[in-house]
T-cell receptor, first 113, second 118 residues
C-alpha cells in the first residue's frame, strides 16, 4: 500500500520569505513516481512536477525547487521569495507503477503581503 | 498534455436525486479515474473507469452509489445516485498517459464538478 504524509496542515509566511513544504511517502515498490500539485482558490489542480524513483537529482524551476531523498523517503518542495500568488493548497502525491495517484492531505500556504 | 472537460461545472441538487457527470478528453488515453474532494479535504479515488468493462472501485465506494461508464478511450461518466448532503463535494475526472518505454507517467485532472446537495 502507498501512503503520503504532509505533516504541515497550514503554513503562513510573509511575502518574500522562503518556505518549505514537507512530503514523506511510503511504498514497497521500487519503481514509483512522486508528484506535486497546486490547488489555488479557484479550485483547479495545477501539475507542478513529476519525479521518478530512479532520478534523485534535485530540480529547480524558477522560484520552485524540489529535494528528493530516497534515504528518508521525502520529496520536499521549497518556494523561494514567496509571493501572494503562491497562496494555495499544495498536494504531494505518489503512484507506484501504473496505479492511480494517492494524495497527501495537503498543506494550505498563505502568503501575506 | 491532455485537455479534459467536465460537465456540468457545478450543480445544486435535491436530496434523493441523481446526477451524471461527463468527462471528455481531447485525445485517447489509457487510464481514466474519478476522484472526490470533500470540502477542505484531500482527493480520494473513487474508481478506475475501464473501457468496455465494469469500473474498479476503491474501498468504501460501490457501483450502486457511483455507477461509471466508459464507452471509449476519450469519454466517461460518473453518476452520483440517491444523493444526500454528505455527497456535496468536488468530483474530478483524471487521466493517465503512458508514454515511452521507460513508463513515464503523466496524470492530469479536469476542472472538477462542484456538487451541492440540499
Amino acid at each position: 500500500a502507498q501512503k503520503v504524509t504532509q505533516a504541515q496542515t497550514e503554513i503562513s509566511v510573509v511575502e518574500k520569505e522562503d518556505v518549505t513544504l514537507d512530503c514523506v511517502y511510503e511504498t514497497r515498490d521500487t519503481t514509483y513516481y512522486l508528484f506535486w500539485y497546486k490547488q489555488p482558490p479557484s479550485g483547479e489542480l495545477v501539475f507542478l512536477i513529476r519525479r521518478n524513483s530512479f532520478d534523485e537529482q534535485n530540480e529547480i524551476s524558477g522560484r520552485y525547487s524540489w529535494n528528493f531523498q530516497k534515504s528518508t523517503s521525502s520529496f520536499n518542495f521549497t518556494i523561494t521569495a514567496s509571493q501572494v500568488v503562491d497562496s494555495a493548497v499544495y498536494f504531494c502525491a505518489l503512484s507506484a507503477g501504473n496505479t492511480p495517484l494517492v494524495f497527501g492531505k495537503g498543506t494550505r500556504l498563505s502568503v501575506i503581503a | 498534455s491532455a485537455v479534459i472537460s467536465q460537465k456540468p461545472s457545478r450543480d445544486i441538487c435535491q436530496r434523493g436525486t441523481s446526477l451524471t457527470i461527463q468527462c471528455q478528453v481531447d485525445s485517447q488515453v489509457t487510464m481514466m479515474f474519478w476522484y472526490r474532494q470533500q470540502p477542505g479535504q484531500s482527493l480520494t479515488l473513487i474508481a478506475t473507469a475501464n473501457q468496455g468493462s465494469e469500473a474498479t472501485y476503491e474501498s468504501g465506494f460501490v457501483i450502486d452509489k457511483f455507477p461509471i461508464s466508459r464507452p471509449n478511450l476519450t469519454f466517461s461518466t460518473l453518476t452520483v445516485s440517491n444523493m444526500s448532503p454528505e455527497d456535496s463535494s468536488i468530483y474530478l475526472c483524471s487521466v493517465r498517459e503512458l508514454a515511452g518505454g521507460q513508463g513515464h507517467n503523466e496524470q492530469f485532472f479536469g476542472p472538477g464538478t462542484r456538487l451541492t446537495v440540499l
